[in-house]
C-alpha cells in the first residue's frame, strides 16, 4: 500500500511539473540586447538571446527582437517565428551554425535578420536544415560562411520558401538536398555555386539577380523559371532553367 501511494505521489507531481512548464511558455516571446535570460522575455522583462527565449515560447508562437543587438545562435526543435521587426535581430555565429533547425513536421519562419558568420575563423553554415515540413526565410541578409548560406539536408521531403534574401560570401548559397524550393526577389553573388539543387530536388525562381558567382545553378535538380530572372555576370552557367508563362 505504501509503494501504491508513492508511485502515485510522484505520478502527480510529474504531472504537476509538466503543467506548469506548458503554462510558463508564452505565445510571443521578446529578446532585447540589455535583456537577460533569467527573465519571463516578456515585453517588460525580455531575455538576452534566442536560445533562451526559445525555451520559453510555445511551438507555433513567435519571438521579436525589441532592439538591435546580437543574439546568438540557435536550435529550432518546434514550429517557430523569429522576426527581427523593424530592426533587424543579427546573429553573428564566427566558427559554427548561425542558425540549426531539426524540427520534423514543423513550420518555421525566419524575417527580418542578419546572419553573419564573419570573425577571426568564419562560421560554417547560415541556416542548417536537419528536418523540417516548411521553412520561411524572409527579408533577411546571410554572409561570411565557409560552408553554405542555407544548407537543406533532410531524410524527408522538405519545402523552402526564400523572399527578399541577401546572400553573398559564401561557396554554396543555397543547397537543396530534398524537397522543392521557390526563390523570390533575393540576390545572390559573390559565391562559388548560386543554387545547388541535389537529385529530385525541384527549384522555381522568380524575380532574381543570380550574379558574379562561379556557377549560377548546379543540378542535377530541376530550374523553373518565371522569366524575370537576371543571371548573368557569372562564370558559368551550369543547368538551365526551363522558363513557364507567368500567369
Not at 516571446?29 to 531575455?47: E, K
Not at 524540427?103 to 570573425?119: H, L, M
Not at 523559371?225 to 543571371?231: E, K, L, P, R, Y
Request: charged share 15%; proline share 2%; net charge positive.
Amino acid at each position: 500500500m505504501k509503494t501504491y501511494f508513492i508511485h502515485r505521489f510522484l505520478l502527480s507531481l510529474g504531472l504537476t511539473v509538466l503543467s506548469v512548464t506548458a503554462m510558463s511558455q508564452a505565445t510571443r516571446t521578446w529578446v532585447s540586447g540589455v535583456g537577460d535570460d533569467v527573465n519571463p522575455c516578456s515585453r517588460t522583462a525580455p531575455c538576452k538571446t534566442l536560445a533562451g527565449a526559445i525555451n520559453k515560447t510555445a511551438a507555433g508562437g513567435e519571438i521579436n527582437i525589441l532592439d538591435p543587438g546580437g543574439f546568438g545562435s540557435l536550435t529550432i526543435n518546434k514550429s517557430i517565428t523569429i522576426d527581427g521587426g523593424g530592426v533587424i535581430g543579427s546573429i553573428l555565429s564566427s566558427a559554427t551554425t548561425g542558425i540549426i533547425i531539426n524540427a520534423p513536421d514543423a513550420i518555421v519562419t525566419i524575417r527580418n535578420f542578419s546572419i553573419n558568420g564573419a570573425g577571426t575563423t568564419m562560421g560554417t553554415t547560415g541556416i542548417r536544415v536537419a528536418a523540417v515540413k516548411k521553412l520561411f526565410v524572409e527579408n533577411c541578409v546571410i554572409a561570411n560562411y565557409a560552408e553554405k548560406g542555407i544548407d537543406i539536408n533532410t531524410t524527408a521531403t522538405a519545402e523552402l520558401m526564400a523572399d527578399k534574401v541577401t546572400i553573398h560570401n559564401v561557396p554554396e548559397a543555397i543547397s537543396i538536398g530534398m524537397g522543392s524550393a521557390t526563390i523570390s526577389r533575393s540576390l545572390i553573388s559573390g559565391c562559388t555555386t548560386g543554387v545547388a539543387a541535389k537529385t529530385g530536388t525541384e527549384v522555381y525562381l522568380s524575380g532574381n539577380i543570380i550574379t558574379n558567382n562561379g556557377t549560377a545553378l548546379q543540378g542535377p535538380g530541376k530550374f523553373t523559371s518565371a522569366g524575370n530572372n537576371s543571371v548573368t555576370a557569372n562564370k558559368a552557367q551550369g543547368v538551365n532553367a526551363t522558363v513557364v508563362k507567368m500567369q
